[in-house]
């Protein structure tokens, strides 16, 4: 099963990717997470797209289809994986298609979260991520039992640095310029499905399982 999550950021496609991996064993593959691992540890790619993330700008399509067609080869995602945070224009949606027909594999589904921008810049704004597992907090909605320590692993939990007011509204102004178009563009193959993602975590899991469930049929 191959899976594409497509919306803003903080509509959740991360969540939802992390928890449909902890229930289903499918390996959730986001550019962003390799893309800060890369910084972290100071590889060739994340010095060169330090300065695109803080500035709230896609890093050029070339880097990640590289990132996405090295971590595809890899024996976790034989059977499947979700997209999470990639493609996000039409040129990486087109090398995806390359990719993917090189190896006979199709997209099973392209789930696409919605919700207004409004309640993005709050939810953004009040995000904590954990520097460790990358696992996603909020200061009022959704908070960690310890103060700034993550529930999971115990790591420190940390504002990301594109997570400011000016860098959020950069990066909403780029999701629908350069990625929504992907909705029609995935639309004409008649695999769109769409959620209502202002709800809660949980309401939106059941969506999802139930979008899965009628592909199993
Ligand atoms: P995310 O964690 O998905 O919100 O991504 C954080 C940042 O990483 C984005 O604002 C971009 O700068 C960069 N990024 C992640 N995925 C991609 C992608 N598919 N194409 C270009 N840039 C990306």
Known sequence: MILIFLGPPGSGKGTQASKLHETAGIPQLSTGDMLRAAISQSTAVGLQ????IDRGQLVPDEVV???IEERIELEDCSSGFILDGFPRTVSQADSLEGLLSAKN???SKVVVFEIDDELLVNRLSGRRTCESCGAMYHIRERKSAVESVCDRCGGK???RTDDNEATIKKRLQIYHSQTSPLIEYYSKLG????????RSVSSVFSDLNNILKSLET
């Open 49 to 52: 797209a330090k300065s695109f």
């Open 65 to 67: 289809v590289k990132l």
């Open 105 to 107: 594999k199709k997209i």
């Open 157 to 159: 939990l940390v504002q």
């Open 191 to 198: 695999i769109v499905n769409k959620i209502e993602a202002s």
